[in-house]
């Protein structure tokens, strides 16, 4: 799918914000309180009901738009069940029209086993500073038969501006949450600065994690839309892979 081309970043930001350790501290030490949002919890009841007696790994794609990358993360990842969240209706909607763009591909290629659709997930219109903390919960209060193995934050709004920093996912309150919930999160961005910052974030928590800039030398495809809009407009595009040094790794 042919999309616009992308404007690159533009910020008053040239290096690390100077608050950040100050708000990761605050937020290390202070829970996020806010109401949960109904149609969050029902959202979240629905992964629930769908995951029914599942045993295995689960991996989250935040942010996920139309979900065209939760169908390559779901057939990348065959044996789990990938679960995609957005809040916006109006993209989730044309997850369809990708989904077929993605499986005519496929069987035009049928070597090429990325871009396949499977049955292995689910997509859910959700506010995630609700469902991740619904999600930590309910891991902490059930210890369910499934695990979070990992998370992909596939470029998320940058809110590029210094002022915007509490927008950023490493600046907000909810960042604990988030490493709590999975520590082994692939993070990708056009901008690197904030791969840089949520680096710092994680090592806040005792976690390491190293930047790359993703290849785009035509063997590569995009991941998502951005990603696509970003390289076809020759912007590079950098991934943050953070893991724990233990338990979740993939
Ligand atoms: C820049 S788009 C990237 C979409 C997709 N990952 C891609 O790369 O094509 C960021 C996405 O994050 C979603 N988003 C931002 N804040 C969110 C929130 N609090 N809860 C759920 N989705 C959110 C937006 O609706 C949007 O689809």
């Keep these: 799918m042919k999309a616009s081309q992308a404007r690159s970043i533009s910020t008053n930001q040239t290096q690390v914000h100077e608050e950040l350790h100050k708000i990761l501290a605050r937020h290390k030490l202070n829970d996020f309180q806010r109401p949960i949002a109904h149609h969050t919890a029902v959202a979240f009841n629905d992964m629930l009901a769908w995951l029914g007696a599942f045993s295995g790994d689960l991996i989250l794609d935040a942010g996920c738009g139309v979900g065209e990358s939760t169908i390559n993360i779901a057939a990348q990842y065959p044996n789990t069940k990938v679960i995609g969240v957005d809040k916006s209706i109006v993209r989730l909607d ?127 495809l995009a991941y998502t839309p951005f990603e696509r809009k970003y390289m076809e407009s020759n912007q590079a595009c950098f991934k943050l892979v953070i893991r724990s040094s233990g338990r979740d790794k993939k």
């Design 94 to 220: 044309k997850h369809k029209s990708y989904a077929l763009q993605l499986s005519a591909k496929k069987n035009k290629t049928s070597s090429e086993s990325t871009h396949s659709v499977g049955p292995n997930y689910l997509l859910l219109q959700a506010d995630l500073n609700d469902f991740w903390r619904l999600l930590a919960t309910y891991i902490q209060e059930n210890k369910p038969i499934w695990q979070v193995s990992k998370q992909f934050i596939l470029y998320p709004n940058p809110y590029p501006k210094k002022s915007q920093i509490g927008k950023r996912w490493h600046g907000s309150a909810l960042f604990p949450v988030i490493v709590n919930v999975s520590a082994n999160i692939e993070l990708r961005s056009n901008w690197r600065l904030y791969l840089e910052e949520c680096l710092l974030g994680a090592k806040y928590y005792g976690l390491g994690g190293n930047i790359s800039e993703i290849s785009i030398d035509g063997s590569t």
